[in-house]
């Protein structure tokens, strides 16, 4: 089984710019969580969907955070406009039938 | 409030045993998990407990404590690679995971 898919694994930005990644997570797991995780730190919750709705966006920054998961598949996140805080890995999980959370490579985010 | 408390981190000798405490305090509970984070990499799944005693997997064995709210990760026979940070992680009453900062292992010759 396929593991779940992240895009891109590195990205160097300029503060005030935009950027958006992307998941692709297990074939029939609907949930699909966001993490942000800084060095040294537990991953941090920004959003949970349930297929494509939004069970908890409670900790996302809605100023400058948005995501999405249209058909209930895939997902993007995107920052705009990025602040150097920004600066961390950011993980998608999924879940299937059981509890464990699968992650995906991340993608680690630098803003300068 | 939600909290996960676990040390720092910890060092420990090739070959020997280490184990790793996690205290929580959370709104419901529906689990415990255990992740292993190797350095630049992402979290992978060691263990889950919901029932009280100890739960033995090869060389890795997690406890549980519902009443104290406090949790164990144990690690036997060290290897080299065991070099990570360990997360403990608590399930609240919705499903979601509550995070603790980590505790990074460090195993020496």
């Known amino acids: 089984e396929a593991g779940v898919a992240q895009s891109p694994r590195y990205k160097i930005i300029e503060k005030r710019q935009s950027v958006a990644f992307w998941c692709n997570p297990i074939?029939?797991?609907?949930?699909l969580y966001w993490y942000q995780q800084i060095l040294g730190q537990g991953p941090k919750l920004l959003i949970q969907?349930?297929?494509?709705?939004?069970?908890?966006d409670s900790q996302l920054p809605k100023d400058r955070f948005s995501a999405e998961r249209l058909k209930g598949v895939d997902s993007t996140l995107k920052i705009q406009p990025a602040k150097l805080e920004d600066s961390a890995v950011y993980l998608c999980?999924?879940?299937?039938?059981?509890?464990?959370?699968?992650f995906g490579p991340g993608t680690r985010l630098t803003v300068t | 409030g939600q909290n996960i408390d676990q040390p720092t981190e910890m060092t420990a000798t090739e070959g020997a045993i280490v184990q790793i405490n996690c205290t929580y305090q959370?709104?419901?509970?529906?689990?415990l998990f255990w992740y292993q984070q190797h350095a630049g990499e992402a979290p992978t799944f060691l263990s889950y407990n919901v029932l009280d005693g100890l739960e033995e997997k090869g060389r890795f064995s997690s406890f549980l404590s519902r009443s104290k709210g406090y949790s164990y990760l144990l690690l036997k026979e060290l290897q080299m690679k065991d070099s990570a940070s360990y997360l403990c992680?608590?399930?609240?009453?919705?499903?979601?995971?509550?995070w603790g900062a980590g505790t990074k292992l460090i195993i020496k010759p």
């Open positions: 992680a608590a399930m609240d009453s919705n499903y979601q995971l509550i």
């Open positions: 969907f349930q297929n494509n709705g939004v069970v908890d």
């Open positions: 999980a999924s879940v299937g039938r059981t509890y464990e959370q699968y």
């Open positions: 074939s029939g797991h609907a949930t």
């Open positions: 959370t709104s419901g509970f529906n689990g």
